[in-house]
């Protein structure tokens, strides 16, 4: 492999680099993809990042697209970790958030959703949507519920989800959220 066109990485040099995640995500199950983009393979002579940025939109079903989910501010997070081993490794990538409320619709989407695999854009707080899940590789839904307590908590459902992914990547593509009913 070609490694000659890596280069320098600085620091932020006076740039912002607010971390944390906007208040919502969008999710789809990979069955409403007619296409499901990826990101290109490392190619040595290619620009620098190129290959971890999924730059080619999603293609949808008549009708299709992705599910805004509202998530309360501050109670979510994306990692990725390294698994594997040396000869072969990748990374298992992991999204918490938490959804208030016990409306009978968002139950139903989750109560769904647990059984389904899709695709999930998390946007950062530059609003840079990450994607978790692939074509092959999707992220899985772990909702819990929770009705809390009179004297203190919050009542809603906690979102987790994980996948296996060969890397974290960036979805540049066209965002089409499915259109109201």
Known sequence: MDLSNLSHLGGLEG???TPGLLGYVLWAP???FATIAKAPAYVGTAPAGTSAIIATDHAFL??????????????NELK??????RDGRGQKITFEGFHPGNK???IETFNIMKNTDGILLVPDAD??????GAEGLPVELSPSYG??????GRRGTTLKGECYAK????YAGDVIEKPAA
Request: aromatic residues 8%; charged residues 15%; hydrophobic residues 40%.
């Open 30 to 32: 990979t069955s409403w």
């Open 80 to 85: 990725a970790e390294v698994v594997g081993e």
């Open 167 to 170: 890397a974290v990547q960036i």
């Open 15 to 17: 740039a912002d680099n």
């Open 62 to 75: 008549q009708g299709k697209g992705f599910l805004r989910i509202y998530i309360t501010l501050d109670s």
């Open 147 to 152: 009705s809390g307590k009179l004297s203190g």
């Open 127 to 132: 609003g840079t949507y990450l994607q978790v």
């Open 104 to 106: 009978a619709s968002s």
